[in-house]
C-alpha cells in the first residue's frame, strides 16, 4: 500500500537564536495537504518560531524542511520568493498598509505574480480586481472595498487580511495568533473564514492559538509545543480536554 507523502515536513529541527535561546529542539512532524492543524502551548513554547520556518522567516539551525518532498532549507532569491508565492501569512497585527484602501491592501495579495514596476506603481489587472471584489464579498467586506484601511475595525481588517491571503492561491495559509485581539463573536467569524477556505479549497492552514475551546472547536489536528519541542501530536477524534493540562505544563520560556 502506497504512504502518502507529507506536504510540509520537518526533520530532526533545531532553531537557536544568536543569543543563545533555544527556539526549536530537534522536531520531526509531518503536515498534510487539506489538513487544519492547531499548535498550541505557552507564549514562548515556539509556537510562532515554527510558523516562520515554513516560509524561510526564520531560518533554522540544524535538521531540514520539505514541502512536496523538496527541501526548502537553502532556497534564496527567485526560489524563495516562489516558495511565499504559495504560502499565505496572517499576523496578528494584521499587517495591513494603513493608508492605503482596502481594495490596495488585498491587491497585494498578487504582487508575486508582477513585474516589481507595475507593483510599485499599482498597476492590476482588472480580471485581478474583480478577483479582490470577490475576496471581500466572501469576507462580508464588499462594501468597504474603497475605505482606508485605518478606519476599520480590527476584525474588519484582519478581514482584508485575509481576503489578501485568498487573491494569492495559496497551497498553505500560516496563521500567527490570528484572533488574539478580537472580541468573541468576531474571533469565531475570522475562525469559519479561514475553515471555509480550508474546506472550499482544501488549503492547508497551520494556525497558532492560545484558547483550548477554539482549538478544539476549529482543529483537525492539534500539536504542542513546551520549551521548543513537539510533546503533543493528535487528531481531534483523539483529543481530550485532559491533554492539555500535559501540554501547559510549566517549563523554562522560550520566545
Known amino acids: ?20 535561546t533555544v527556539g526549536l ?6 503536515i498534510f495537504q487539506g489538513e487544519f492543524v492547531v499548535i498550541v502551548g505557552l507564549s514562548g513554547a515556539g509556537k510562532s518560531t515554527l510558523l516562520r520556518t515554513i516560509n524561510k522567516m526564520h531560518n533554522i539551525t540544524d535538521g531540514d524542511i520539505t ?16 516558495l511565499r508565492s ?20 488585498v491587491l497585494i495579495g498578487r504582487v508575486g505574480y508582477y513585474p ?6 499599482g498597476i492590476f489587472s482588472p480580471e485581478d480586481k474583480k478577483k479582490a471584489a470577490t475576496a471581500l464579498q466572501r469576507v462580508n467586506l464588499a462594501e468597504k472595498i474603497y475605505a482606508r484601511a485605518d478606519e476599520l475595525s480590527g476584525g474588519q481588517q484582519q478581514r482584508v487580511a485575509i481576503a489578501r491571503v485568498f487573491m ?4 498553505i495559509i500560516l496563521a500567527d495568533e490570528p484572533v488574539a485581539s478580537l472580541d ?3 474571533t469565531n467569524a475570522i475562525m469559519d473564514d479561514l475553515k471555509n477556505l480550508n474546506r472550499e479549497f482544501k488549503m492547508t492552514v497551520i494556525v497558532n492559538l492560545h484558547s483550548v475551546p477554539l482549538a478544539l472547536k476549529y482543529a483537525d489536528r492539534i500539536i504542542g509545543l513546551r520549551a521548543g519541542e ?7 477524534t483523539e483529543v481530550s480536554e485532559q491533554d492539555f493540562k500535559t501540554i501547559y505544563q510549566e517549563e523554562g520560556a522560550i520566545r
Open 1 to 20: 500500500m502506497m504512504t502518502k507523502q507529507p506536504l510540509i515536513s520537518f526533520k530532526n529541527v533545531s532553531k537557536i537564536y544568536n543569543n543563545g
Open 25 to 30: 529542539k530537534k522536531v520531526n512532524l509531518d
Open 168 to 171: 494569492q492561491n495559496p497551497k
Open 230 to 236: 513537539l510533546v503533543y501530536d493528535k487528531t481531534i
Open 86 to 105: 504559495c504560502i499565505g501569512m496572517i499576523f496578528q497585527n494584521f499587517n495591513l498598509v494603513k493608508r492605503s484602501s482596502v481594495l490596495r491592501n
Open 116 to 121: 516589481t514596476w507595475k507593483s510599485v506603481l
Open 67 to 82: 514541502i512536496n518532498g523538496e527541501s526548502i532549507t537553502p532556497l534564496k532569491g527567485k526560489k524563495l520568493c516562489k
Open 184 to 186: 468573541p463573536l468576531t
